[in-house]
């Protein structure tokens, strides 16, 4: 089901999800956005998938951020709606029920780092570049890249990337916690397939809890989210994968679990 815009594979359980406009730096335009959301609603509901990695096409980008050509003539009600349609995109994937990685090949710049925030991990190329240069145009980002990097590294961090624009290394990002391994460009498909093949193994109703735990607590008092994790913990009880990966330990063998 791939289109011009989107590059879709599944294998062993992982669906790969390939921004492809390269000659643009996979800049995401509303028809970019409109992929997106089908294909991570696909995701969601196909069993076959257990793991989504998202990343962009071509040697230098992940995605150099919203279309600014496609900005340019827009009115403010057009702008609204383009910043809803990216943010409604952005939210399917932060609650999408399976762990979806974002692996930074290049540029990840405005949208594109909003892009990579909402996802669950972030892998990036020791070559890449991450930030919000929205300032730059006489723009705020749009996709929620305020909210998300707030709340992932902090108001100082959040503050200095987005008033100056100014671009950091992938190292940069990660002593900010904004990603969360970096590894040489040569080797980022296969660590970050590495990481995507251990996920696609483990229980996905204990990765749909955990995902669920973080969710709700990031959004919510203390008290709440305890409550939260411990409905959570005693629903795994009632999966037969909870039973097997117990069973396994104490048999010393591997366990084989099916999602149920
Ligand atoms: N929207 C639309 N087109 C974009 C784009 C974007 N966000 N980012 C890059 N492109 C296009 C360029 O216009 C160019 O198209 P062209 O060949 O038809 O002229 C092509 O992608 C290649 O980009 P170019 O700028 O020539 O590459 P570069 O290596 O010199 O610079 C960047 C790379 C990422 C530094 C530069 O492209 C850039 O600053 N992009 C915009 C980043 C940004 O502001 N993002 C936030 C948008 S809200």
Same mark, same amino acid.
């Given at each position: 089901?791939?289109?011009? !815009?989107?590059?879709?594979?599944?294998?062993?359980?992982?669906?790969?999800?390939?921004?492809?406009?390269?000659?643009?730096?996979?800049?995401?335009?509303?028809?970019? @956005?409109?992929?997106?959301?089908?294909?991570?609603?696909?995701?969601?509901?196909?069993?076959?998938?257990?793991?989504?990695?998202?990343?962009?096409?071509?040697?230098?980008?992940?995605?150099?951020?919203?279309?600014?050509?496609?900005?340019?003539?827009?009115?403010?009600?057009?702008?609204?709606?383009?910043?809803?349609?990216?943010?409604?995109?952005? #939210? #399917?994937?932060?609650?999408?029920?399976?762990?979806?990685?974002?692996?930074?090949?290049?540029?990840?710049?405005?949208?594109?780092?909003? !892009?990579?925030?909402?996802?669950?991990?972030?892998? *990036? *190329?020791?070559? &890449?570049?991450?930030? $919000?240069? =929205?300032?730059?145009?006489? !723009?705020?980002?749009?996709?929620?890249?305020?909210?998300?990097?707030?709340?992932?590294?902090?108001?100082? *961090?959040?503050?200095?990337?987005?008033?100056?624009?100014?671009?950091?290394?992938?190292?940069?990002?990660? $002593?900010?916690?904004?990603?969360?391994?970096?590894?040489?460009?040569?080797? @980022? =498909?296969?660590?970050?397939?590495?990481?995507?093949? $251990? @996920?696609?193994?483990?229980?996905?109703? &204990?990765?749909?809890?955990?995902?669920?735990?973080?969710?709700?607590?990031?959004?919510?008092?203390?008290?709440?989210?305890?409550?939260? =994790?411990?409905? $959570?913990?005693? @629903?795994?009880?009632?999966?037969?994968?909870? #039973?097997?990966?117990? *069973?396994?330990?104490?048999?010393?063998?591997?366990?084989?679990?099916?999602?149920?």
């Amino acid at each position: 089901m791939s289109t011009s !815009l989107l590059q879709i594979d599944t294998d062993a359980g992982i669906r790969t999800l390939r921004i492809n406009r390269p000659d643009k730096l996979n800049a995401l335009n509303a028809a970019t @956005l409109d992929a997106l959301d089908a294909a991570f609603a696909d995701a969601e509901t196909d069993a076959a998938v257990r793991v989504v990695v998202l990343t962009g096409a071509g040697p230098k980008a992940f995605v150099a951020g919203a279309d600014i050509a496609e900005m340019n003539a827009l009115t403010p009600v057009e702008g609204r709606d383009f910043s809803l349609r990216g943010t409604r995109m952005m #939210r #399917r994937v932060e609650k999408l029920s399976k762990p979806v990685i974002a692996m930074v090949n290049g540029f990840a710049l405005g949208g594109g780092l909003e !892009l990579a925030m909402c996802c669950h991990l972030r892998v *990036a *190329a020791d070559s &890449a570049k991450v930030g $919000q240069p =929205e300032i730059n145009l006489g !723009l705020i980002p749009g996709f929620g890249g305020s909210q998300r990097l707030l709340r992932l590294c902090g108001r100082a *961090a959040t503050l200095e990337l987005c008033l100056t624009g100014a671009p950091i290394t992938a190292e940069r990002a990660l $002593q900010l916690g904004i990603v969360n391994r970096v590894v040489p460009a040569a080797e @980022l =498909e296969a660590e970050t397939m590495k990481l995507a093949a $251990q @996920l696609a193994n483990a229980a996905p109703l &204990a990765l749909r809890g955990m995902l669920d735990c973080v969710n709700v607590g990031g959004e919510c008092g203390i008290e709440e989210g305890l409550e939260y =994790e411990s409905a $959570q913990f005693g @629903l795994m009880f009632a999966t037969e994968d909870m #039973r097997e990966g117990t *069973a396994a330990f104490l048999e010393k063998r591997k366990p084989a679990f099916t999602g149920k």
